[in-house]
């Protein structure tokens, strides 16, 4: 292949400052490191990936020599690409010590070439420029896709003909969506194979990068008293949600073509549900896992029509402020019927979830912000309290959330007797607030998806064979929809959504958490 990748795939890789072995080792010094943001003027290399590169740098986590190269079309100096990047610094980190100076070091080490996506003079103008900058014996060149996936392929077509590295490896990190249903995605990876090998592909979904995801195999496999009760024996239904306090405004153009089932169902809460219920992998390589994660997401259930409810926010007036419709965005047609908000019921037909539903629900201009995954358990059989508390106990089923965010933590409701001289009980949270616990920021997801391109760790990104997989649950549904129609039902914006999704939740004797 054009992209002359001479890495193999790697065992999971640790990560290390700069002052540690990986970086620090003989070989280490010799190479350098060149991240190619492609499409730096966009609003993801503003927002997320120049601060997570910096903070990498603040925290000592990138190799000694490294530069970074932002290429768009906009036409911008080096200069104006670091006022650009000093003036979108909103991570974590532009409230520590030194971080002017810190950051004054990293921008030194940005640069900027701007060139057309197709073009392949264009990328070997900048060729020539990473390599002045390249000392060493290796060149490590990492691209970072941050354009409109329609460019995805012309990009990787001359980048990888002129801009690959010849001394070392070349990755591509490639940002959702992945194509819009099977066949578009499988197109898309045939042609990027054209380009690329499968091992230098590293497709992003963020949300694996976000610290409780990460945290959900440490709590069921590293814990005996969670792994036992991860079944159909035990557990009820398990609901998997997302909700945004805020419309599309600003990436409606974007999200028209979308909808909230390809935005965030089919990748982002996908994906989670996959690692939630998995297999005990054979070992934490990224290869073990994502075999188990692909046998989840092929033991599923196609999605059903009857099995999911779509939603629309409506503009309404509230307290003297007025909030838009969808549909009021300008890069909206009036008569879209694309969904901002979808609840679905999924099964995974397999001996440990058969019959268990799996609730999942996704939507813009909602009353909260939030991700959390909910774990309803079955009712203790024979309860003994049941004969003095009546029935209604067997409804207080214990219930273990993992919030994802904001305020990540992990908390199980359970029953609990109220302290005193009678016999009462109520339920209480044996809760987990990272925010107490933990004195440490936690990093940003683009952080360690970053770090781990680099280190060549694979496990929090999107395999081929998982992603068909992926798609093959939902297209039927989204074709169903589109062809015939289906109008979504409108919600005011800022509300709990439409009350369909309870109606499908009480299909499965669920309530929503
Ligand atoms: P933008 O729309 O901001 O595009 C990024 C850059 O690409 C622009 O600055 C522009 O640079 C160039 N560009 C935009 N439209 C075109 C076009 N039609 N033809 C050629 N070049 C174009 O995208 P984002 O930064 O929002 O997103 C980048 C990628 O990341 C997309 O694939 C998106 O789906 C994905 N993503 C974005 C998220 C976000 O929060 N923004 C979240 C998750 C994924 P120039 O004109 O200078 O060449
Ligand atoms: C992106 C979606 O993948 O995730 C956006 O395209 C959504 O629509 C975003 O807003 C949410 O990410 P986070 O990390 O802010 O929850």
Same mark, same amino acid.
């Given at each position: 292949?054009? *992209?002359?990748?001479? !890495? ?25 490191? =060149? ?7 966009? @609003? ?9 590169? *910096? &903070? ?29 990047? !000093? ?94 249903? =099977?066949? !578009? ?61 805020? +419309?599309?405004?600003?990436? +409606?153009?974007?999200? @028209? ?27 934490? #390589? &990224?290869? #073990? ?21 779509? +939603? ?41 979830? @058969? !019959? ?13 912000? $939030? ?20 029935? #209604? ?28 001289? $009678?016999?009462?009980?109520?339920? =209480? ?31 929090? *990104? ?5 992603? #068909? ?24 914006? +800022? ?19």
């Amino acid at each position: 292949n054009d *992209f002359g990748d001479t !890495s193999t795939v790697e065992g999971p890789v640790k990560h290390f400052k700069a002052t540690h072995d990986h970086f620090s080792s003989p070989e280490q010094n010799k190479t350098t490191l =060149s991240i190619i943001v492609v499409g730096a003027s966009g @609003d993801l290399a503003k927002k997320k990936i120049f601060p997570a590169l *910096f &903070a990498l740098y603040y925290e000592d986590f990138l190799p000694e020599h490294f530069t970074v190269f932002g290429y768009a079309r906009s036409k911008m100096t080096d200069g104006e690409l670091r006022n650009m990047i !000093s003036q979108t610094l909103t991570c974590r980190i532009d409230k520590r010590e030194n971080c002017n100076d810190k950051m004054e070091q990293f921008l030194q080490r940005c640069f900027y070439h701007s060139g057309q996506y197709g073009s392949e003079e264009n990328f070997k103008e900048l060729d020539d420029k990473l390599k002045e900058k390249e000392t060493g014996k290796l060149a490590n060149r990492l691209f970072y896709l941050s354009i409109p996936p329609d460019i995805f392929v012309a990009a990787v077509k001359s980048a990888s003909c002129l801009a690959a590295s010849q001394f070392g490896w070349t990755r591509v990190i490639v940002e959702k969506p992945f194509g819009r249903d =099977s066949e !578009s995605s499988r197109e898309l990876t045939a042609s990027l194979k054209k380009y690329l090998i499968e091992e230098q592909i590293f497709r992003i979904d963020h949300y694996l990068g976000k610290e409780l995801v990460e945290n959900l195999s440490v709590l069921r496999f590293s814990n005996l008293v969670f792994e036992p009760l991860w079944s159909r024996q035990y557990i009820r239904n398990v609901q998997l949600i997302f909700s945004e306090d805020f +419309g599309t405004e600003g990436r +409606g153009g974007y999200f @028209d073509s979308y909808g909230i089932i390809r935005d965030i169902m089919q990748n982002h809460l996908l994906q989670i549900l996959a690692l939630f219920a998995m297999e005990t992998p054979v070992s934490l #390589d &990224a290869e #073990d896992i994502r075999n188990e994660k692909v046998k989840v997401l092929r033991s599923m259930r196609t999605l059903q029509v009857d099995d999911i409810v779509i +939603g629309q926010y409506k503009g309404h007036s509230k307290g003297g402020k007025t909030y838009p419709s969808y549909t009021d965005d300008p890069q909206v047609p009036n008569n879209s019927l694309t969904p901002t908000f979808a609840a679905a019921a999924m099964f995974i037909d397999n001996s440990r979830w @058969d !019959s268990v539903p799996f609730l999942l629900k996704a939507g813009k201009a909602l009353h909260s912000k $939030g991700a959390e995954i909910r774990v309803q358990f079955r009712h203790v059989p024979g309860n003994l309290y049941r004969r003095n508390f009546g029935t #209604d106990l067997d409804k207080n089923t214990n219930e273990l959330v993992i919030r994802v965010q904001p305020n990540e933590a992990i908390y199980l409701k359970i029953n609990n007797k109220i302290p005193g001289l $009678g016999m009462r009980l109520d339920r =209480s949270n044996l809760n987990l607030l990272y925010s107490t616990k933990y004195t440490k920021e936690i990093p940003d997801a683009y952080e360690r998806l970053l770090l781990d391109a680099i280190s060549g760790e694979r496990r929090l *990104f999107i395999r081929s064979d998982e992603l #068909d997989a992926a798609w093959a649950l939902f297209t039927p549904v989204l074709k169903e929809l589109e062809e015939k129609h289906v109008a979504p039902e409108l919600y005011p914006y +800022g509300s709990r959504g439409p009350v369909g999704a309870h109606y499908l939740a009480a299909k499965y004797n669920v309530r929503w958490g």
